[in-house]
């Protein structure tokens, strides 16, 4: 058995991410660390956005910024003025290249296409088991999954924002490049939340992304023949489909958070590091690893490093709502959307607003709808959670 100082469990986003930045650091070439996932990190599995005025840090694999963007339902389209920050795109394939590049040039990193299958924790060693090796560790930073502990619990709501993209080319000029659609909620809601997502890399290529918020996964059908619908509303006659994308993000406030141990951090979703009330990843995961690189340095104990705050009891509130009503997802989004100052909304978005900024934002949303939601999240959970 071969042990490390650090072992990753699953090598995502936030795995990749927090390595990287303990590279960039300087502060851990003397710790062994080893990262384990099945998946190679070869192909091009999904696509991160994120809004950001610049990034050090991944500004170089960013393949498309936009600004404005735009938001829509049945009878408005709203432009929407992001300055002095951008919508930015990037391409995991470009990221995994990126991060794993500088990786390999360490030679206290080490990568594992392995299948991890087995954690075992004893008082002062972790073993991990994959399906053709053992390893121990001192810390093991867990970025696995495991659905069925939410799925199964009914304290707190959960939903999914879950989606199939299509990358197309066309004959035609059809999209602004410069444009980017976040929201669309002219197409039809069926009872859930959902809305049509459009990013155009030029005049003849975009992603569309078909993305519901809501408790069920559809037929593949279903997403497609509604890509198909957009696209003939758009008045896109002759296309060719060149890459698709499929994707079921957990959204939910969940305390991940209490099955870390000293030795045990859970990250990524398997962490509660993405953004509950929307599913956003990307800009959390920066964050939240840029903290943990920070904790590693000074202290051990990773109990220690969560702190929950004021943003997730509003996720927490949102989510309830959409939980229990969840056709009310366009008339919430577009009252944040047609009547907030945009810049504040991202701010808010980005967990970086005061309370007073806070009270702005939640005002512009259905008052009728939230003052019900919160007293009846009030009701239901007050003598139910334990923080």
């Not at 799925?151 to 990358?167: A, D, R, S, T």
């Amino acid at each position: 058995m071969k042990h490390y100082n650090y072992i990753f469990a699953g090598a995502g986003l936030s795995a990749l991410m927090t390595v990287y930045k303990m590279v960039q650091s300087g502060k851990f070439s003397d710790k062994t660390i080893l990262l384990l996932d099945e998946n190679n990190k070869k192909i091009n599995d999904r696509t991160w956005c994120f809004w950001e005025e610049k990034s050090e840090t991944w500004d170089a694999i960013v393949t498309k910024k936009w600004n404005p963007a735009l938001y829509a339902n049945p009878n408005r389209l709203v432009e929407i003025d992001l300055a002095p920050k951008k919508y930015n795109q990037i391409r995991s394939i470009d990221f995994y290249n990126f991060v794993l590049d500088e990786i390999s040039k360490q030679e206290n990193i080490t990568f594992e296409n392995q299948k991890v299958v087995e954690v075992q924790e004893v008082e002062n060693q972790i073993t991990v088991h994959t399906i053709s090796e053992i390893y121990t560790c001192d810390q093991l930073f867990n970025s696995i999954l495991n659905p069925l502990e939410v799925e199964n619990q009914k304290q707190y709501p959960l939903l999914k924002q879950h989606f199939i993209g299509w990358f197309i080319q066309t004959e035609q000029e059809i999209f602004n490049p410069e444009q980017a659609m976040v929201m669309d909620f002219s197409v039809e809601q069926k009872g859930n939340t959902r809305f049509m997502y459009v990013l155009p890399t030029s005049k003849t290529e975009a992603l569309l992304e078909y993305t519901l918020f809501s408790q069920s996964h559809l037929e593949t059908s279903e997403y497609e023949s509604e890509i198909e619908l957009y696209i003939q509303k758009l008045g896109i006659t002759n296309y060719k489909i060149v890459e698709k994308e499929r994707g079921s993000i957990p959204m939910s406030c969940f305390p991940f958070w209490k099955n870390n141990t000293k030795r045990v951090l859970n990250i990524g979703s398997a962490g509660g590091w993405t953004k509950a009330s929307t599913g956003y990843t990307f800009k959390n995961a920066d964050k939240k690893s840029t903290q943990l690189v920070q904790f590693l340095q000074s202290k051990t104990d990773f109990k220690k490093f969560h702190k929950i705050n004021k943003f997730w009891f509003y996720d927490l509130l949102l989510l309830d709502i959409l939980y229990r009503k969840n056709e009310k997802g366009a008339t919430i989004f577009s009252a944040l959307f047609t009547k907030s100052n945009p810049q504040l909304n991202f701010k808010f978005l980005d967990e970086e607003t005061s309370f007073w900024e806070d009270l702005q934002i939640i005002w512009k949303c259905p008052k009728g709808l939230f003052v019900k939601g919160l007293f009846a999240l009030i009701f239901r959970y007050s003598f139910n959670i334990k923080l």
